[in-house]
Each structure stands twice: as structure tokens, then as C-alpha cells.
């Protein structure tokens, strides 16, 4: 089997390297090619000699995942891709296209273990965790696509289907690999990790030097109804995660943020609005509310308008920094593993066909 390089810092390349007799500086060149320049066949790599290039065809293989669906937004904004690695697993990826730039919003695993009411992902279980090279190339797939116009991406959410801290090393590969000079040159401040709230990963998170955002799924303000929705609060509490998030906060100095899904009936009453203002107030935290995409399967509704509304304005009131989030690509099913779930939907009902 050839070693794959798609993964791996420039030191690494030329650690595998050596024993074919390339000189170090080839591990830059090729780290160069694959993650800036986008160039996964060797035959294109016109800086390495023709017999190099030979050995490399040889030996190591650069896996991209393909592209097996895709949806476009009316506005063509957010468009989301379904991408499929070697074993045939597949997750989704996600361009939004912003006043900003560029943001891409990628899975760290296949599905997900945290068995969130709300969330589709979570409906199978976990599959496997995605290596660093995984998560990586699905921002170098969005990459080719914007390099077209001449574009690339400019910032990233660890947003989509997994959960990042229960693939830890593999997520800090990846988070790394991105910051590196000859990769992708991203500064840590363009890149936020998404938590349901594992809080021994918060702390570890804390003190690797990396100052990414970090945003914490909330969602409830007691945890009575937090346990009800998102499993994993009976293992780290609501007061145990805020304590890590501090912790964050206070080590990195970035604001953390607290993601808060409006759920008709279970969550956005304004009783829960002011109890939300009390858990935060006076710390270096804001808010991103977000109106629940349906999943049919669970049976949990967005609220009405005027009542998200009037949720916003009672933390506004409590003085806490607060937004609505944009739903960008509400059109295409941009909740998490939506697109997967039709798909793989697709596929069973052809197989008892
Ligand atoms: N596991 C991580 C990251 C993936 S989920 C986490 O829990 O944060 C990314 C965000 O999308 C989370 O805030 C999650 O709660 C939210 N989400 C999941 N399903 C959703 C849905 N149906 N509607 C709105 N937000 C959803």
C-alpha cells in the first residue's frame, strides 16, 4: 500500500523522504504544492526532477475525497458538498460566501457519538473519527473550486458533522496544518472549533498555544432541559463547561462564544432568555442564536419568528452581546449531515428496490 502525504507537515514528508534520497528541502516543495497550489498529481510538480517525481508516483499517493452530491443556495452563497474518501465513507463541507471572505465549515468525524436531539448527524452513531489529512482536504476541495475565480478560503468553522474534541489529536493536526507558512498560511484567529462541551478537551485546548475561537453549544439554560436535549451535559454540566470556557477565555484572550439553538417549546421562552442572561453575565462571552433547522425525524420546530425576536431583545436588555444568525443556505438542508442523511437515505431505499 502507498504511504499517503495528504496530512502531513513539510518535517514528516521529508522524514519519508530520506530513504529515496530527496534532499530536505523537497519536503517544503511538495507540502507547497499540495496544500497551496492545490497540485495532487506529481507529473504537475515542475520543480522536482522527472526521476524524483517517478518515485513519488511510486510510492506515495495523495488522497483527495470525490465529489459525490452537491446543493447550491438560491442566492449561490452557501453551497454544500458531499465528499467521499477511499473506504467510501462520506461527510459534508460547506462554502458560505460572505461579506467577509470565504468561510468553510468541515466534519471532523463520520457522523457523530454526541446524540444531540436536534441534530441529524447524530441519528447513526459515530462511523470513525477523520485523520488530519481528511479534515484538511476538504477545505483544499473548496480551494480548487475557488480557485477558479481566484479565491481561496479565508476562514473556517469546525462546525459540521463530528464532534472536534472527541478527535482531538486529529483535529489539532489539521488546525496546525492550516496555520503552517508553506500550507495554507491561516492565522489562528480565523479558525473557530465548535464543542458540545467535553471539558477536558476545553482544557487541554487551553494550553497549546493555539488562540482559535472557541464557540460552546449551549442551548439550554438549566440543566434539566440541556440533559433532555444534548446527552453528554450529563456527563459535564452546564456550570463544569462555563468554568472550562473561562478558563479559555482567560488563557487566550478571545471572547468564547455560546450557540444557542431555539427550539419551539423547550427552550425560547423569555423566562429562559433571562436565566441564559444570568448564567453569562459579566463574562468575556457573547451569544450566537440560532433558529433550529428542522429535522423532521425528531419532531422539533423553530419558533416563530416574533418569538426568537423577543428572545434577542431580552438578552440585549441584560446587556449581553448577541447575535441572529444568518441563515445562509436555509434553502439546501445546511443542517448538520442533512445533505448525508439524503443521500445515504437514497441509497437504502435503492438497495430494497
Ligand atoms: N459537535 C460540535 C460541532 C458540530 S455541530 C458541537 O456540538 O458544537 C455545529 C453546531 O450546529 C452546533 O452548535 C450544533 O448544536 C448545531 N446544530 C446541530 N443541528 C442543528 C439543527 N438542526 N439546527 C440548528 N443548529 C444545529
Same mark, same amino acid.
Not at 464557540?215 to 444534548?230: D, E, G, W, Y
Not at 478571545?254 to 441564559?276: G, K, W
Not at 431580552?314 to 444568518?326: A, P
Given at each position: 500500500m502507498k504511504d499517503n502525504l495528504l496530512g502531513l507537515f513539510a518535517d514528516e514528508i521529508v522524514e519519508k523522504l530520506a530513504a529515496y534520497g530527496f534532499e530536505k528541502y523537497r519536503g517544503q516543495q511538495i507540502a507547497k504544492w499540495i496544500y497551496q497550489q492545490g497540485v495532487f498529481d506529481y507529473e504537475r510538480m515542475t520543480n522536482i526532477p522527472n526521476a524524483k517525481r517517478q518515485v513519488l508516483k511510486n510510492h506515495f499517493e495523495i488522497n483527495m475525497p470525490t465529489l459525490t452530491a452537491h446543493q447550491h443556495s438560491g442566492d449561490k452563497k452557501t453551497s454544500k458538498f458531499l465528499l467521499t474518501f477511499k473506504d467510501n465513507a462520506s461527510v459534508e463541507t460547506v462554502l458560505m460566501k460572505q461579506p467577509y471572505g470565504n468561510s468553510a465549515c468541515v466534519s471532523t468525524q463520520v457522523g457523530c457519538g454526541m446524540g444531540c436531539r436536534f441534530c441529524a448527524s447524530t441519528l447513526q452513531g459515530v462511523k470513525r473519527n477523520l485523520t488530519g489529512g481528511e479534515i484538511l482536504s476538504q477545505i483544499l476541495y473548496i480551494n480548487s473550486i475557488l480557485a477558479k475565480e481566484r479565491s481561496a478560503v479565508n476562514s473556517i468553522v469546525i462546525m459540521g458533522s463530528g464532534e472536534p474534541l472527541a478527535n482531538y489529536d486529529n483535529v489539532l493536526r489539521?488546525?496546525?496544518?492550516?496555520?503552517?507558512?508553506?500550507? *495554507?498560511?491561516?492565522?489562528?484567529?480565523?479558525?473557530?472549533?465548535?464543542?458540545? &462541551?467535553?471539558?477536558?478537551? $476545553?482544557?487541554?485546548?487551553?494550553?497549546? &498555544?493555539?488562540?482559535?475561537?472557541?464557540?460552546?453549544?449551549?442551548?439550554?439554560?438549566? #440543566?434539566?432541559?440541556?440533559?433532555?436535549?444534548?446527552? $453528554?451535559?450529563?456527563?459535564? %454540566?452546564?456550570? !463544569?463547561? $462555563? /468554568?472550562?470556557?473561562?478558563?479559555?477565555?482567560?488563557?487566550?484572550?478571545?471572547?468564547?462564544?455560546?450557540?444557542?439553538?431555539?427550539?419551539?417549546?423547550? #427552550? /425560547?421562552?423569555? %423566562?429562559?432568555?433571562?436565566?441564559?442572561?444570568?448564567? *453569562?453575565?459579566?463574562? =468575556?462571552?457573547?451569544? #450566537?442564536? $440560532?433558529?433550529?433547522?428542522?429535522?423532521?425525524?425528531?419532531?422539533? *420546530?423553530?419558533?416563530?419568528? /416574533?418569538?426568537?425576536?423577543?428572545?434577542?431583545?431580552?438578552?440585549?436588555?441584560?446587556?449581553?452581546?448577541?447575535?441572529?444568525?444568518?441563515?445562509?443556505?436555509? /434553502?439546501?438542508?445546511?443542517?448538520?449531515?442533512? =445533505?448525508?442523511?439524503?443521500?445515504?437515505?437514497?441509497?437504502? !431505499?435503492?438497495? =430494497?428496490?
Open positions: 489539521f488546525i496546525r496544518l492550516c496555520h503552517e507558512s508553506y500550507s *495554507l498560511n491561516m492565522s489562528y484567529r480565523n479558525i473557530t472549533l465548535s464543542t458540545a &462541551g467535553i471539558v477536558p478537551g $476545553i482544557e487541554k485546548l487551553a494550553t497549546e &498555544g493555539i488562540p482559535i475561537n472557541l464557540a460552546i453549544s449551549l442551548h439550554a439554560p438549566t #440543566n434539566a432541559i440541556r440533559s433532555s436535549i444534548m446527552p $453528554i451535559n450529563k456527563q459535564y %454540566d452546564i456550570a !463544569s463547561v $462555563i /468554568d472550562a470556557a473561562d478558563r479559555y477565555a482567560e488563557k487566550t484572550g478571545r471572547r468564547v462564544t455560546y450557540e444557542y439553538t431555539l427550539i419551539e417549546n423547550i #427552550n /425560547d421562552s423569555p %423566562d429562559h432568555a433571562a436565566m441564559l442572561a444570568k448564567l *453569562l453575565k459579566g463574562r =468575556l462571552a457573547s451569544v #450566537n442564536l $440560532i433558529p433550529v433547522n428542522s429535522v423532521p425525524e425528531r419532531g422539533l *420546530l423553530r419558533p416563530a419568528r /416574533d418569538q426568537i425576536l423577543k428572545f434577542l431583545h431580552i438578552l440585549q436588555s441584560l446587556h449581553i452581546v448577541v447575535t441572529l444568525r444568518k441563515e445562509m443556505g436555509a /434553502d439546501i438542508q445546511a443542517a448538520c449531515g442533512q =445533505l448525508r442523511r439524503k443521500v445515504i437515505e437514497k441509497e437504502e !431505499s435503492a438497495c =430494497l428496490e
